[in-house]
């Protein structure tokens, strides 16, 4: 298959510091080479409107005789994420995802500054980066306007990223219908379809973004526990959803507790993508963006591809969706059942 030219970015970072600062919104390339979909560096700034006919012409390429839908997602991370750290995890994903089988579909990261000095400057810009998401939403209508197929819209949102597409949404950011909304180890309010939260209104915005939402949780995941302590509240992505009885009926969300584990992640979850005071925690709370299992799943959902259909590649321990069921869990008592770690394949 034909790699795409390029990997593609959008930013909201201020280039002075790109750490603490919102900025304007900035397109991004990174040349690829014919043997890797996803490279890291080094990214060069274009015109908006070259970025937009650079990525329509490698989808065009990529699904060059197919008549199927076009696949166009997007991965905005999450907190204490730099510039660099952004874009290497932007490399990552998308491999690991074209590696289960998004192999024609581009993946664009969404880089905004969330490396902040503070916890709350991080909150706070990612509530005000409604232009940020305004620019992704432009490029599925405009893949759409043009395409002469279907294009199918996902995102995925990890940690804080969550926050910034809840508050965005809510602070006025504009979306077209977007296929599958993937809410990865949520930083956000857990009662979030609570109409007596104060976060019911992200809830709803959120729902109403896309045709299905699927919440990944585990109550194994320190980080979200800790910013349980900062937020005064209940992180979606550790307890799931304040009340099943109120979820929407387009959102799902799984227990991924079999796969958030230590042992399990320790042999999938670079430690160099990552940077944090919570110690191991930190591989749970990355562990939907780099464990196979969970990647394959996501893949698998967005595409409405059936259970039966997730086959396990060679190199790899790849559970089938059926094992991917909520598992109960009681807050005080042991989290979900436990896998033993997998054994890679040589060189895996």
């Known amino acids: 298959m034909i790699m795409p030219k390029y990997t593609y970015l959008i930013s909201n970072r201020d280039p002075s510091d790109p750490n603490n600062y919102i900025g304007p919104v900035t397109y991004q390339t990174a040349p690829n080479n014919s043997q890797r979909p996803y490279r890291s560096t080094p990214f060069k700034v274009i015109p908006g409107d070259a970025w937009n006919h650079a990525l329509a012409a490698d989808l065009e390429t990529r699904y060059a005789g197919s008549s199927d839908v076009w696949?166009?997602?997007?991965?905005?991370?999450?907190?204490?994420?730099?510039?660099?750290?952004?874009?290497?995890?932007l490399e990552s994903y998308g491999l690991l995802l074209s590696s289960v089988g998004f192999d024609r579909g581009i993946l664009v990261g969404v880089s905004w500054p969330s490396n902040t000095w503070t916890y709350g400057g991080a909150q706070t810009n990612a509530a005000a980066s409604k232009a940020l998401l305004s620019a992704c939403g432009q490029v599925v209508t405009r893949l759409r306007a043009h395409a002469g197929r279907p294009v199918r819209a996902t995102l995925f949102c990890h940690s804080m990223?969550?926050?910034?597409?809840?508050?965005s949404l809510v602070n006025g950011a504009t979306l077209p219908p977007i296929d599958s909304i993937f809410l990865l180890a949520a930083d956000v309010d857990y009662a979030l379809w609570d109409p007596k939260s104060t976060s019911y209104p992200q809830g709803?915005?959120?729902?109403?973004?896309?045709?299905?939402?699927y919440v990944?949780?585990?109550?194994?995941?320190?980080?979200?526990?800790?910013?349980?302590?900062?937020?005064?509240?209940?992180?979606?992505?550790?307890?799931?959803?304040?009340?099943?009885?109120?979820?929407?009926?387009?959102?799902?969300?799984?227990?991924?507790?079999?796969?958030?584990?230590?042992?399990?992640?320790?042999?999938?979850v670079p430690y160099s993508y990552y940077i944090t005071l919570?110690?191991?925690?930190?591989?749970?709370?990355?562990?939907?963006?780099?464990?196979?299992?969970?990647?394959?799943?996501?893949?698998?959902?967005?595409?409405?591809?059936?259970?039966?259909?997730?086959?396990?590649?060679?190199?790899?321990?790849?559970?089938?969706?059926?094992?991917?069921?909520?598992?109960?869990?009681?807050?005080?008592?042991?989290?979900?059942?436990?896998?033993?770690?997998?054994?890679?394949?040589?060189?895996?």
């Open 204 to 213: 709803v915005a959120v729902a109403k973004a896309a045709r299905h939402l």
């Open 216 to 268: 990944l949780y585990t109550p194994n995941d320190t980080v979200l526990g800790d910013s349980g302590w900062v937020n005064w509240v209940y992180r979606l992505g550790y307890y799931g959803a304040k009340s099943v009885a109120q979820l929407p009926k387009n959102v799902s969300q799984i227990d991924y507790s079999a796969w958030g584990n230590d042992p399990y992640c320790l042999d999938y």
């Open 161 to 167: 990223g969550n926050y910034l597409l809840s508050m």
């Open 278 to 348: 919570a110690g191991t925690g930190a591989l749970i709370h990355s562990s939907s963006k780099f464990v196979p299992d969970l990647i394959s799943f996501q893949n698998h959902a967005l595409q409405n591809l059936p259970q039966s259909s997730l086959d396990v590649p060679a190199a790899r321990d790849l559970a089938r969706l059926m094992s991917l069921v909520s598992v109960p869990w009681t807050p005080g008592k042991p989290a979900a059942r436990k896998r033993a770690p997998a054994t890679k394949a040589p060189g895996g």
């Open 71 to 89: 696949d166009i997602a997007f991965y905005i991370h999450g907190y204490a994420t730099s510039e660099r750290y952004a874009q290497l995890g």
